[in-house]
């Protein structure tokens, strides 16, 4: 288990861009697989991207392919979103996820440990 603390959401127009930030506590951080989620009101929650371990391999949900990237610092324990060219759509609560294989990286069921969540609105 590690505990994860997400920041970075906020009100931005459409066609803007924020930055997701997930830091976490304890020693194993740089052994984790990591997922960024969202969930919007009355909807599941979904995958938006996953990175593992190393920051080597990188996947997308189609809905942000071109406008969406994940990164990491093992060295600060945190994972990043950058969030461009947003839509009215990309409207949630954003989560952060450290999963222990890399396998079914958009599956919620993957990842032990989550974050509370951070809320990004997209105004049209």
């Known amino acids: 288990q590690v505990q994860l603390v997400e920041s970075g959401g906020g009100l931005v127009q459409a066609g803007g861009s924020l930055r997701l930030s997930c830091t976490a506590s304890?020693?194993?951080?740089?052994?984790?697989?990591m997922g960024w989620f969202r969930q919007a009101p009355g909807k599941e929650r979904e995958a938006v991207a996953g990175?593992?371990?190393?920051?080597?391999?990188?996947l997308y949900a189609d809905s942000v392919k071109g406008r969406f990237t994940i990164s990491r610092d093992n060295a600060k324990k945190t994972v990043y979103l950058q969030m461009s060219r947003l839509e009215p759509e990309d409207t949630a609560v954003y989560f952060c996820?450290?999963?222990?294989?890399?396998?079914?990286?958009?599956?919620?069921?993957?990842?032990?440990?989550w974050g509370q969540g951070t809320q990004v609105t997209v105004s049209s």
């Open positions: 996820a450290a999963a222990n294989y890399w396998r079914n990286w958009d599956r919620t069921s993957e990842y032990h440990s």
């Open positions: 990175i593992n371990f190393s920051g080597a391999d990188v």
């Open positions: 304890g020693r194993l951080f740089s052994s984790y697989h």
